[in-house]
């Protein structure tokens, strides 16, 4: 990494040098509201939701009301720890992002360039 900014990634083929890029924008990037990311649940918190991991360091809530458009009384009859799930960014705001999975039908917000 240059003093500048500028990161130079090496390796032994391109798969590997393209996994390193994933991983420094990963760490590097933020969380962008309405853009559909997929995430692995963290953490069931039975009554209230799951925490959904993003990005390395990056996650959040999925409120269960954000869960399913039918009412739900347990969120683990519908996400297990460790599963892999598409989430949209509602809020991310001073670190406390919200996800929901019911507005995933809803159009994505263009990346930002």
């Known amino acids: 990494m240059e003093d500048n900014g500028i990161v130079t990634i090496c390796g032994k083929n391109s798969a590997s040098c393209e996994s390193a890029k994933s991983k420094i924008e990963g760490l590097t990037s933020d969380l962008e ?9 963290e953490n069931i918190l039975e009554n209230v939701g ?13 409120h269960i009301s954000q869960i399913s458009d039918q009412r739900i ?7 297990q720890t460790g599963q892999i799930v598409r989430v ?26």
């Not at 509201?33 to 649940?41: A, F, N, Q, S, T």
């Open 50 to 62: 799951a925490v959904i991991s993003v990005l390395p360091g990056r996650d959040g809530l999925l």
């Open 33 to 41: 509201m309405g853009r559909i990311y997929e995430g692995k649940v």
């Open 88 to 113: 949209k960014v509602l809020k991310n705001d001073s670190g406390r992002v919200r996800f929901s999975m019911r507005k995933l039908d809803e159009p994505e917000a263009p990346p930002n360039s």
């Open 73 to 79: 009384n347990k969120v683990s009859d519908h996400l």
